[in-house]
T-cell receptor, first 112, second 108 residues
Framework: DVKVTQSSRYLVKRTGEKVFLECVQD?????MFWYRQDPGLGLRLIYF???????EKGDIPEGYSVSREKKERFSLILESASTNQTSMYLC???????????FGSGTRLTVV | KNEVEQSPQNLTAQEGEFITINCSYS?????LHWLQQHPGGGIVSLFM???GKKKHGRLIATINIQEKHSSLHITASHPRDSAVYIC??????????FGKGTRLSVIA
């Protein structure tokens, strides 16, 4: 079975901390995505990547950066966490050949 | 950019009822996805389709490419079907565009 693994299910961080959210997929998918999900706002795309070392801004990239040094791993970085970044963060990967899409189980981040 | 509209936003049904959730989009697509999210849970892919109809257990998804419309049907609904159902569309190798979701509650 296709799998996308996010390193933490719950995370609590302090304002100003640098936060790393890790996502690993085992399907050799080319495309990977980071979303945040907030009540009433649905899923919003933060960053995505179509290949190693490539990254593209999504709809809400401010305050975030990403890293994709290996095909299977896509990291989301909050450079200086703020309380308005408290949210559920979801990683997903996609096959560029058949558009199969798989989400990770999500990381609920609370910034205090 | 594609716009994805789902209806209804909220739906309450009695156990056993036949349920339909609708999704319309504005631009031609490569694939349409139906996703499910249980309360407090992750997002699971139910169907991916680009034409016709797919069935899995009590769930059926249809798509009409000409009308830019898809429906998700649940037959013999059960309380465990209570979840948010999300429609998402993709065009080529661009990120999916998501609908806002339909919150379904099935009451025993």
């Amino acid at each position: 079975d296709v799998k996308v693994t996010q390193s933490s299910r719950y995370l609590v961080k302090r304002t100003g901390e640098k936060v790393f959210l890790e996502c690993v997929q085992d399907m050799d998918h080319e495309n990977m995505f980071w979303y945040r999900q907030d009540p009433g706002l649905g899923l919003r795309l933060i960053y995505f990547s179509y290949d190693v070392k490539m990254k593209e801004k999504g709809d809400i990239p401010e305050g975030y950066s990403v890293s994709r040094e290996k095909k299977e791993r896509f990291s989301l970085i909050l450079e200086s966490a703020s309380t308005n970044q408290t949210s559920m963060y979801l990683c997903a990967s996609e096959s560029s050949s058949n558009y199969g899409y798989t989400f990770g189980s999500g990381t609920r981040l609370t910034v205090v | 950019k594609n716009e994805v509209e789902q209806s209804p936003q909220n739906l309450t049904a009695q156990e056993g009822e036949f349920i339909t959730i609708n999704c319309s989009y504005s631009v031609g697509i490569s694939a349409l996805h139906w996703l499910q999210q249980h309360p407090g849970g992750g997002i699971v892919s139910l169907f991916m389709l680009s034409s016709g109809k797919k069935k899995h257990g009590r769930l059926i998804a249809t798509i009409n490419i000409q009308e830019k419309h898809s429906s998700l049907h649940i037959t013999a609904s059960h309380p465990r079907d209570s979840a948010v159902y999300i429609c998402a569309v993709g065009v080529g190798n661009t990120p999916l565009v998501f609908g806002k979701g339909t919150r379904l509650s099935v009451i025993a």
